[in-house]
Every structure is written in structure tokens, then in C-alpha cells.
């Protein structure tokens, strides 16, 4: 089989083009859409503290935009600290697992989809893909999660977890098809586990796991063969590349914060470390801050901002 190398994106970008000269988003991981009281406190004075543009994602997380690039050592440090990593807000890598409260907090479930969801997503965190990749585990057939609109999905059953591949939004918005039914949880991890690497080795860089799905001859029933009879011989070896990705995670800002040469990149001005980039301007709304339209005068910036009526 011939594997693609691997993807490599940075673990935040600039919300209007990859440089680091310009307003930057990213945002912590949530694990299942979960998060406590104090990383909530923990979020929320950073984002005070920085002035950053706050807003509650689809995927149930906390983007924040607006920090500038020698500020984001400073505030991963904060939030390092309060036990948070990065959420690889703009990586082609596992974004979220999205979930619903389940059994646990919901008269309708029937399994416990959070507990799944922070498994599979601290199972995939920083796992590079072709494509962003989303997911979602629901409770129960009415779907809370979205599960079917997800790279893979999952929603549970009286008597275990159905398992949905290949959905997703944006462009051609396209349901899920159901894989396997019924299945126990470690059977579940064992599919997905191999599901990812196969996509992940065998589809174009920026090929989203439907169309991916849609261009694999057999469809749906070779995918089974592959996953499932291991009809390639391959199982083993996809087996074993997911367990190296979970044995070598680490979380990206750590690394960062632990390097001095990395932190050094951290700058907007080689020559003038530390000296904020004055071409970064807001202006606000909603109590927030946002980049200003051509036209509009900036209400913040750097120290050499000239401000125009
Ligand atoms: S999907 Fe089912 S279990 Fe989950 S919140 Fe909705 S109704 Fe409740």
C-alpha cells in the first residue's frame, strides 16, 4: 500500500491568511465538549486579560481570536498551567469529538456518548490527516450530536454503538453511511482506529473522507473488506501506526513553551522581539473586538498606530 507523508499544519493560524502578521485564532481543547468550572474561569481571564475576541464553536468548544503572534507563549502558558493544550484550531487533524450528555444526564440515552467522545478524542488528538477531521457520538437516535454529518460518527443502541463514516458539512454537505451495527466499544475503537489510517495513507492532501469514500471502488461494502475481513492484509499494520500516534502524542504548546529556539519564532519583528505589530488593528462590537472593515477607524492597536477618520 502506499502511504502519503504526512501532513504538517500549523497548530494555529492567522483568521485571515497564514502569516504572523496578522490577528491570530486558536483555542484549548475541550475533550467531548466538556469543560469545568476553572478552565472555564481559566479561559475567560485570559481572554479578558488579552482582549480577545471570544465565541462558542459548532463543535462545542471556545475559539478565541485576536492575540498577537509574540503574545500566544504568554497565554499558552496560562492555560498550560490550568491543565488545558492545544485544540489544533486550524490543523488538517482531528478538530473535536462532539457529544451529547447521554445516558448520564438524558432520559432518552442509552449509553454514556460523552465518556465515548472524550475517549476518542484524547485517543485522535493530533492526529494529521489529508482534511480536518470531526466527529461526533450521540446518545441515542435523535441524534443530538450530529453524529451522521461527521468524518465518523457514532450513535449508540441498547446494546452498543452503530458506527457512521465518511459525513461531513461545508461545500457538499453529505450524511454518514451506517458501517457496522452493534458493535462493543473496543471493536468500535478497532474500526475507527483503521478507518483513519486508511484515509489517512491512501487519500489525496486535502481530500475530505466523503469524497474519499465516494472515489473508493467498491464503496462502502470494499471499505468493510478492508476494515473488517482485512482483505489487503493490512489491518495489522494500521493497527500498529495508530497505536505509535497514540504512544507519541504531545501536546504542541508544551513543546513550544519547553524549546527556546521555538519560542523565538514567536515574534512579529526578528529585529525587535517583543515590539507589537502596529498594522494589527480592531475595532469593536458586541462589547468585543473585531478587525475593522476597509474604511472603518481602528479603536485599538499598537503603539505606532496612526488612527484614521
Ligand atoms: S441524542 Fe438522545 S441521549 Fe443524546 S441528548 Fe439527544 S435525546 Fe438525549
Not at 32 to 54: C, H, M, R, S, W
Not at 177 to 202: C, K, N, P, Q, S
Not at 213 to 238: F, N, W
Request: charged letters at 25%.
Amino acid at each position: 500500500m502506499a502511504s502519503r507523508p504526512p501532513c504538517r499544519t500549523p497548530t494555529t493560524t492567522s483568521s485571515r491568511t497564514c502569516n504572523a502578521t496578522a490577528p491570530i485564532r486558536w483555542c484549548p481543547r475541550l475533550p467531548g465538549g466538556e469543560v469545568t468550572p476553572d478552565k472555564l474561569l481559566a479561559i475567560a481571564q485570559v481572554a479578558k486579560d488579552f482582549n480577545l475576541y471570544t465565541k462558542i464553536t459548532g463543535g462545542q468548544r471556545i475559539d478565541l481570536f485576536g492575540a498577537r503572534v509574540e503574545q500566544l507563549p504568554a497565554i499558552w502558558r496560562r492555560l498550560v498551567d490550568a491543565g488545558m493544550e492545544s485544540g489544533h484550531a486550524y490543523g488538517k487533524a482531528l478538530r473535536t469529538v462532539k457529544s451529547c450528555v447521554g445516558q448520564t444526564w438524558c432520559r432518552f440515552g442509552v449509553q454514556d456518548s460523552t465518556s465515548l467522545a472524550v475517549m476518542l478524542e484524547l485517543r485522535y488528538r493530533g492526529l494529521r490527516s489529508p482534511h480536518k477531521l470531526k466527529a461526533g457520538v450521540s446518545g441515542c437516535a435523535r441524534e443530538c450530536a450530529e453524529a451522521r454529518g461527521k468524518d465518523f460518527g457514532i450513535i449508540a443502541t441498547e446494546t452498543g454503538w452503530n458506527l457512521y463514516l465518511g459525513g461531513n458539512g461545508g461545500f457538499t454537505p453529505r450524511h454518514a453511511e451506517l458501517f457496522a451495527t452493534d458493535l462493543d466499544t473496543d471493536t468500535l475503537v478497532t474500526f475507527i482506529d483503521r478507518f483513519l489510517m486508511f484515509y489517512i495513507r491512501t487519500a489525496d492532501r486535502l481530500q475530505r473522507t466523503a469524497p474519499w469514500l465516494e472515489s473508493l471502488e467498491g464503496g462502502m461494502g470494499y471499505l468493510r473488506e478492508v476494515i473488517v475481513d482485512d482483505r489487503l492484509g493490512i489491518c495489522a499494520e494500521l493497527d500498529a501506526a495508530m497505536q505509535r500516534h497514540v504512544g507519541s502524542y504531545r501536546d504542541e504548546w508544551r513543546s513550544v513553551l519547553e524549546d527556546p529556539e521555538k519560542l523565538r519564532r514567536f515574534t512579529s519583528f526578528v529585529n525587535a522581539p517583543g515590539t507589537p505589530d502596529p498594522s494589527i488593528t480592531f475595532v469593536t462590537e458586541r462589547d468585543q473586538i473585531r478587525p475593522p472593515q476597509p474604511g472603518e477607524a481602528p479603536l485599538i492597536g499598537g503603539p505606532r498606530l496612526k488612527v484614521v477618520s
